[in-house]
């Protein structure tokens, strides 16, 4: 069973700072590629960025490019998403997904993972 606990949300000032943890097991970020997706009030789950297992691939989505950045915190057995310059528009419920076991590709859609966290609220004050 892939079990995922986001953590690190908060309120931050636009144009601040903020690092996600997606913790997880040692045997999960080995096997399964991870996404960051974020969901606000009454909009479609957004994707945010993600990492294959193997730790060669990253994709982002197009909102985010050259602000976030998905890695791989070896010491924790987690996956950092550490936002930068943050804007009103970036708050929302931040989860943490898993693919199925060593899946090909990094899909951007929500309904191609199969684990889901609980949500980190993360809030972006102008």
């Known amino acids: 069973q892939v079990e995922l606990v986001e953590s690190g949300g908060g309120l931050v000032q636009a144009g601040g700072s903020r690092r996600l943890s997606c913790t997880t097991s040692e045997d999960t970020l080995s096997t399964h590629n991870i996404a960051w997706f974020r969901e606000v009030l009454g909009k479609e789950r957004e994707f945010v960025a993600a990492?294959?297992?193997?730790?060669?691939?990253?994709s982002y989505g197009d909102s985010v490019k050259g602000r976030f950045a998905i890695s791989r915190a070896n010491a924790e057995n987690a996956i950092y998403l550490q936002m930068n310059n943050l804007r009103t528009e970036d708050m929302g419920v931040y989860y943490c997904?898993?693919?199925?076991?060593?899946?090909?590709?990094?899909?951007?859609?929500?309904?191609?993972?199969?684990?889901w966290g609980q949500g980190t609220q993360v809030t972006v004050s102008s």
């Open positions: 990492r294959t297992w193997s730790g060669r691939t990253t």
């Open positions: 997904a898993a693919e199925g076991y060593r899946a090909i590709g990094l899909p951007q859609s929500a309904s191609s993972y199969r684990y």
